[in-house]
């Protein structure tokens, strides 16, 4: 894409005055179209049956989405961080689940192959993943290893030609569609976090299994599995980056991951807030409108104040990344506050609709459960203050 020069838009409900170039905003617009059309309408059915939508994704994949932050040469459009992030935040706007779908298959299951892969593994996967011939998934967490990571008990050991791997993954989006993993597993145990690779998986090699993954309190349309490997071998070429600096791969890996994941808060906030918002305005309790009461009121101003800071955090963090710069402690920051913003405005949401905000017959219950998710995945709230914390101590 060309650069173009900013230009100003206005969301409803909130007055924002971000500078986004004109292909930014055309992808905005474009996404903002889609999910309102396409995604809204069958996001209550897909959660309620744990469906996950792959005539949605077949939709989002024409649209080209996937390839926004990609090169051309590779299949993507040069769109950039921030555009793929604004992609984000307009599907979870009106669906967490598909808004995760996105996330997951982009920023965990493609960008580690693009950024590591070397020119093989690259041109190899990389126009499938952004041509929606699969989808992208990523294994990180383990049954005894979520939060330390540098815990990792999954083994590969260098036979000839190949690695063995052995051991197991748990809650891995996009498992059950995958047609590439990015894996995590010990090669030198003597070496801590140092003795930890990262590897391409495709999904058909003998050895390598999924598992059904647990029910979920929310994003139900979001699909998720167990990995397991059992004398898998994976080609020794596929190897993603020397060995050893898989542990440091996976932590620039979610760097990026949480950009996307303040988007997916930031969206989620933004909808329930656009929902409580009318639902004020329309119900009336002791002869006046909700809105019109000053304790509604004031929760609506908390509101959009959270949510306009949240905004600017999470813009900042992926135009950060588009220049170049150091973004790790702005994509902590914005994961942690627009999480956390994502919970207390659902909470309010639901508490402004009153007995309706518990039943299903609204989408804010919906939209609480799914909040919850960005509070723990790419790292838990209590993870991002200790890298937030160590960064400022560090100084």
């Avoid at 949605?56 to 769109?79: D, M, R, Y």
């Avoid at 973004?327 to 639901?350: F, N, P």
Wanted: net charge negative; hydrophobic share 40%; with cysteine.
């Amino acid at each position: 894409m060309t650069v173009s020069s900013p230009t100003k838009y206005t969301l409803p409900g909130i007055r924002h005055s971000f500078d986004l170039t004109e292909e930014e905003r055309m992808i905005q617009e474009m996404m903002r179209e889609f999910a309102h059309s396409e995604v809204a309408p069958i996001a209550a059915e897909i959660d309620e049956n744990h469906r996950f939508p792959t005539e949605t994704w077949a939709k989002i994949v024409e649209l080209g989405v996937p390839g926004i932050p990609f090169s051309e040469g590779l299949g993507g459009s040069n769109g950039g961080t921030l555009a793929y992030v604004l992609a984000v935040e307009e599907l979870s706007r009106v669906c967490g689940s598909t808004g995760l779908t996105l996330a997951a298959h982009v920023s965990l299951g493609t960008y580690p192959i693009y950024a590591w892969g070397g020119e093989k593994l690259s041109s190899t996967y990389v126009p499938k993943l952004i041509a929606g011939d699969y989808m992208g998934a990523y294994g990180l967490t383990e049954p005894n290893a979520g939060s330390d990571a540098g815990g990792t008990l999954t083994t590969a050991v260098l036979q000839g030609g190949e690695y063995i791997l052995n051991g197991r993954k748990c809650f891995c989006t996009n498992a059950n569609h995958a047609g590439t993993f990015i894996v995590t597993a010990v090669t030198d145990r003597s070496a801590a976090a140092k003795g930890i690779s990262a590897f391409v998986v495709p999904r058909d090699i003998p050895g390598f299994s999924l598992e059904k993954g647990e029910q979920k309190l929310g994003m139900r349309g979001s699909d998720w599995a167990s990995l397991v490997f059992e004398d898998a071998r994976i080609p020794r070429d596929h190897l993603l980056g020397p060995e050893g600096q898989g542990f440091a791969t996976f932590m620039k890996t979610l760097e990026g991951g949480r950009v996307s994941i303040g988007a997916l808060g930031l969206g989620i906030a933004q909808g329930a807030y656009d929902c409580a918002l009318q639902y004020a305005k329309e119900r009336e309790a002791f002869g006046k409108r909700l809105a019109d009461q000053q304790a509604v009121g004031f929760k609506l101003a908390n509101m959009a104040v959270e949510i306009e800071a949240a905004r600017h955090l999470v813009y900042h963090a992926a135009r950060l990344k588009d220049a170049g710069e150091n973004y790790g402690t702005q994509a902590s920051m914005a994961k942690l506050y627009s999480s956390e913003v994502a919970m207390r405005v659902t909470y309010d949401a639901i508490q402004i609709y009153g007995g309706y905000g518990y039943s299903r017959e609204y989408p804010v219950e919906r939209m609480w459960r799914d909040a919850k998710l960005c509070t723990i995945g790419e790292g838990t709230s209590e993870v991002q203050r200790i890298i937030i914390s160590r960064s400022l101590l560090c100084k």
